[in-house]
């Protein structure tokens, strides 16, 4: 029984992943296994990053199930790496979820979300599987950042008759980097549904157990006031946001599920008229809407199936140690909520919380696999530090399964910056 599987070790996020979890400074409390299709390129990968014997190695073909129950079956967490999720995702949740293995990949792909939630969700709550997709850029940080705002409007009005709840959410990403072959997997991936799948997976609580207010409108100019400086930021639309928010709406809607069949915390609950929204920030309000038609004209191409098949195979293949230091070293990506509670009882003007949470390397490719990574530790070494809902199994968010613990593990060993305070009459950090 090895304690933490990763599936599709060779590829650019897989070799991350290990590398990071090699060298990590828990590395002496749990066992690790890889595994991929092709041997030739598994040998060469632990032989690039000088991977001890300890590390057990695997060839598996994801479309044999077989192949990958036997596999899962002697693992406690997988990490999988191998997208597209849509293709090849289901069987490697459906190993997991018969046998009460945990789980936990990169995905932003929203169909294939909807399917496992729909064909595994009820068999992971009986085997104790935790299923958490999108455990990346796509999409913790928008899940923890308005989580950390819930909890810090919690914490703030703990002395009040009532909680404070969240009435808007708003979230701007800025990722300077190279966009990443997942994220493109899922741009065209979309296209390659029926108008009908795609219609659904843009609409509101598309992954959410219950419906609740709707969203704003996508628009050209998006913009946003920082409560602790009074300045405003400007951006346009995100291009992940539909994913994002259907996670973070998941989030909302487990939570408030919970209270209506009896079993969940109130102060655990953002609230009934929680509205989300995000965009990508941008330097101008010039650059902002440059940025949505570049983007409408992007789409427009990638209507065209010549188009789809020309960009599928433009994704970075590179590996080496060089292009490890790269990864790491160049990029960033900040992240900023802010969230304004609704007026309360003993809160008669909102209260609002600004979320910050930033990381140094590339966000798709080496930011994006220290947040899987950790996430799978958090299921392995943090079982009792995890939220109630993580105990039910099925499939979760990062939010609702890992919590807190996600946070403290991000900031402790991954080297996140992440910051959350409350502005009022008076400035609180927590």
């Known amino acids: 029984m090895v304690d933490i599987l990763v599936l599709g070790a060779t590829g650019i996020t897989g070799r991350q992943?290990?590398?990071?979890?090699?060298?990590?400074?828990?590395?002496?409390?749990?066992?690790?296994?890889?595994?991929?299709?092709?041997?030739?390129?598994?040998?060469?990968?632990?032989?690039?990053?000088?991977?001890?014997?300890?590390?057990?190695?695997?060839?598996?073909?994801?479309?044999?199930?077989?192949?990958?129950?036997?596999?899962?079956?002697?693992?406690?967490?997988?990490?999988?790496?191998?997208?597209?999720?849509?293709k090849w995702g289901p069987p490697v949740v459906c190993a997991c979820a018969r046998n009460g293995v945990h789980y936990a990949d990169l995905t932003g792909e929203s169909i294939f979300i909807r399917d496992i939630i729909e064909r595994y969700d009820y068999l992971a709550t009986k085997t104790g599987s935790i299923i958490i997709p999108s455990c990346g850029m796509d999409s913790l940080p928008s899940d923890i950042t308005v989580f950390l705002a819930n909890k810090a409007l919690k914490e703030h009005s703990s002395n009040a008759a009532e909680p404070l709840y969240i009435g808007a959410s708003t979230t701007s990403y800025e990722p300077r980097g190279v966009m990443s072959n997942g994220t493109v997997s899922t741009l065209v991936g979309a296209f390659d549904t029926s108008k009908q799948q795609l219609a659904q997976m843009m609409r509101d609580y598309y992954l959410s157990p219950v419906a609740g207010?709707?969203?704003p409108p996508a628009r050209l100019i998006y913009r946003m006031t920082l409560p602790t400086t009074r300045e405003t930021v400007v951006g346009g639309f995100f291009v992940m946001s539909t994913p994002n928010r259907a996670i973070v709406q998941r989030s909302w809607g487990l939570l408030e599920y919970e209270k209506l069949v009896g079993s969940g915390k109130?102060?655990?609950?953002?609230?009934?008229?929680?509205?989300?929204?995000?965009?990508?920030?941008?330097?101008?309000?010039?650059?902002?809407?440059?940025?949505?038609?570049?983007?409408?004209?992007?789409?427009?191409?990638?209507?065209?199936?010549?188009?789809?098949?020309?960009?599928?195979?433009?994704?970075?293949?590179?590996?080496?140690?060089?292009?490890?230091?790269?990864?790491e070293n160049d990029g960033s990506l900040t992240v900023i909520n802010v969230t304004t509670s609704i007026p309360s009882s003993a809160f008669l003007k909102p209260v609002k919380v600004e979320t910050t949470l930033s990381g140094k390397g590339d966000p798709g490719y080496y930011l994006s696999p220290l947040m899987l990574a950790e996430s799978g530790l958090a299921l392995l070494l943090n079982r009792k530090t995890l939220p109630a809902l993580s105990k039910k199994g099925g499939v979760?968010?990062?939010?609702?399964?890992?919590?807190?613990?996600?946070?403290?593990?991000?900031?402790?060993?991954?080297?996140?910056?992440?910051?959350?305070?409350?502005?009022?009459?008076?400035?609180?950090?927590?």
């Open 17 to 86: 992943t290990i590398r990071y979890l090699a060298g990590h400074p828990e590395r002496a409390q749990f066992t690790l296994a890889i595994a991929g299709r092709s041997r030739k390129k598994l040998d060469e990968l632990v032989s690039s990053l000088s991977l001890p014997k300890s590390i057990l190695v695997h060839v598996v073909d994801v479309t044999n199930f077989d192949q990958v129950e036997a596999l899962v079956k002697n693992s406690k967490v997988v990490l999988n790496c191998v997208g597209p999720y849509v």
């Open 213 to 215: 207010q709707p969203s």
């Open 266 to 327: 109130e102060r655990e609950r953002y609230g009934p008229s929680m509205v989300y929204d995000e965009f990508m920030r941008q330097k101008s309000i010039f650059a902002s809407v440059m940025l949505g038609f570049t983007l409408l004209i992007a789409i427009s191409l990638l209507a065209l199936s010549p188009v789809r098949w020309f960009v599928g195979r433009l994704g970075m293949k590179e590996t080496s140690a060089i292009f490890d230091k790269k990864l």
């Open 396 to 430: 979760l968010t990062p939010a609702t399964a890992l919590g807190n613990t996600i946070v403290q593990r991000l900031r402790e060993y991954a080297k996140f910056d992440i910051r959350c305070e409350v502005v009022e009459e008076n400035h609180k950090s927590i």
